[in-house]
């Protein structure tokens, strides 16, 4: 596991200019991605996030998606993930990650989740704020940026991070 995260670290480097990314950035990439999705259908949109010239790839953002047993249909930050059942990733806390944005996407619509990842920019575990959307009863996709750790602050659900009190 911890040699496919850390592909996907330096896939996600070597594929575009270090850009963080904002919550509107993030919430407009994942809201364009779900549009395409209606446009194009899922086969032709997932081929689409997972390219890096797909239109789906900016900088250190990307499009990831998963269906409902944990299995990557997308990845744009590493097409190696794709097919592969990523319910059991943790982050630095022991979190299931994948899961957990599943559960947000499917109960709620749409939604924040922060995490520790690996930044692969920086080479260092940070915290990732990630925002996720229902697709449809199966599947959800998402993006999310790198946010430095502030002190005090252990997050993991949250209605908008840019407006949530420590």
């Not at 407009?28 to 789906?56: C, K, N, S, Y």
Request: hydrophobic share 35%; with cysteine.
């Amino acid at each position: 596991m911890i040699r496919v995260l850390l592909g996907a670290a330096f896939f996600v480097v070597a594929t575009g200019p270090a850009s963080a990314g904002s919550p509107e950035e993030v919430q407009a990439l994942v809201g364009r991605a779900a549009e395409h999705i209606r446009d194009v259908g899922q086969q032709r949109a997932f081929a689409d996030f997972t390219r890096p010239d797909g239109g789906f790839v900016e900088g250190e953002l990307y499009v990831f998606c998963s269906d409902d047993t944990g299995v990557q249909l997308a990845n744009g930050g590493n097409p190696k993930l794709v097919g592969r059942n990523m319910s059991s990733a943790r982050d630095a806390k022991g979190r299931a990650t994948n899961v957990e944005l599943h559960r947000i996407g499917q109960t709620k619509g749409h939604g924040w989740y922060e995490y520790l990842w690996p930044n692969p920019a920086k080479r260092r575990v940070e915290r990732k704020v990630v925002y996720v959307v229902r697709v449809d009863d199966q599947i959800v996709c998402a993006s999310g940026y790198y946010k430095p750790d502030q002190p005090g602050t252990d997050r993991s659900e949250t209605d908008r991070p840019e407006t949530q009190k420590p």
